[in-house]
């Protein structure tokens, strides 16, 4: 898959994006305030519902998920109110000091990295505080655990008032989710995961409650103001000039993605995890997340062996053409992560792990 002139991804984001999605954004521009805009944003709006599984909207952002993690938390929760973080890792630690900065009142449910957020856990948060609503990270990039989401979401259900926001950035189109029979009120992804497209584009799917507690909000902020999202998205349309390329590829990639279908696609990214596992353990390597929650987008492998991981990212880059990871933030050489994500096939996985098997019988 790789070759001299082209340098694969085998990253946690961005990933490897196909040739045919990129010349999708070569289209002949066209103005974001005309018939053929709402046309394309009509066609991309009834495949993310259908991605999502929601029968809600899904608002579609120029920016990072970054910036849904803001949106969601200042049309979510009031001043007066307090927000709870559910953290086990990098990106969980990261949105709950998002909340800070935007001046929210913050309490934590924490884990050590490498181990699910467990229902229970939220349950006794609950029982003994009001929250507006309950942050839960789907799939945490940095460990490779993908947490409960259905189960957590039943208890968040039983507490009227209490909204479910979740992040799915590097779960969304590669982790089993389905977001209205799992109650969630905010599930909020980015484009360069498992969705296999370029940076630059964000989405979330809202429901009906999260509108509702918006308009009790003063200050919402400006350019992630749901209720402007909403009013725009009912012309088929946004507040801000939207990055129109990248819509032109992800309404092409949502094509794909649902001529696939989405058994299908949840079903290859788990195939493709358990190789990886099965590859991790049988050469000496233990698995950083715990067993039962293993994500199926990225696997974060600890370095038992104390491999020289540096070196080994810099063998494939030179030797096989693949980028590689080196493990993320204060996990970096103590782990490594090995991403099977997007448009990735077990075929490439295969050539990746053979790659790394080079380099371990040479170190």
Not at 142 to 167: A, H, Q
Not at 230 to 241: A, I
Not at 247 to 272: C, I, K, P, Y
Not at 344 to 354: I, K
Request: charged share 25%; aromatic share 8%; with cysteine.
């Amino acid at each position: 898959m790789s070759s001299k002139d082209h340098v694969y991804l085998v990253l946690p984001g961005p990933v490897e994006v196909r040739r045919e999605i990129l010349d999708a954004q070569a289209r002949w521009m066209i103005g974001h305030r005309t018939p053929d805009f709402a046309e394309l944003f009509a066609s991309i709006q009834s495949k993310l519902k259908q991605a999502f599984l929601t029968e809600n909207r899904v608002y579609v952002s120029g920016s990072s998920g970054s910036g849904l993690w803001e949106g969601a938390i200042r049309n979510s929760v009031r001043d007066d109110r307090a927000v709870l973080h559910l953290v086990g890792g990098a990106f969980s630690e990261r949105w709950a000091d998002v909340s800070r900065a935007n001046g929210k009142r913050v309490e934590v449910i924490s884990v050590d990295w490498g181990r699910a957020i467990t229902p229970e856990l939220v349950e006794d948060a609950l029982k003994q505080g009001e929250y507006d609503a309950v942050c839960l990270v789907h799939n945490e990039t940095s460990t490779g655990v993908v947490n409960p989401v259905r189960e957590i979401g039943e208890v968040v259900r039983r507490y009227e008032g209490t909204l479910f926001l979740v992040d799915t950035v590097s779960g969304f189109l590669g982790a089993e989710l389905r977001v209205d029979e799992w109650g969630i009120d905010v599930a909020l992804t980015s484009s360069q995961k498992a969705f296999a497209l370029p940076p630059g584009l964000a989405f979330a799917a809202v429901s009906d409650r999260v509108l509702e507690r918006a308009r009790e909000i003063e200050h919402r902020g400006f350019y992630f103001d749901f209720l402007q999202l909403e009013k725009q998205l009912q012309r088929n349309n946004t507040p801000s000039t939207p990055p129109v390329s990248l819509m032109f590829a992800a309404d092409a990639q949502l094509s794909a993605v649902m001529e696939e279908g989405l058994e299908n696609r949840w079903a290859r990214h788990t195939r493709m995890r358990d190789m990886t596992i099965q590859w991790a353990l049988e050469r000496g390597f233990d698995l950083f997340a715990e067993e039962g929650y293993r994500s199926p987008t990225v696997t974060t492998i600890a370095n038992t062996r104390g491999i020289d991981v540096s070196a080994m990212a810099a063998f494939m880059l030179e030797q096989k053409g693949f980028a590689m990871d080196k493990g993320y933030g204060k996990l970096k050489g103590q782990t490594f992560r090995i991403p099977h994500m997007g448009d990735m096939q077990p075929e490439t996985l295969r050539e990746v792990l053979a790659g790394l098997d080079e380099f371990l019988q040479q170190a």
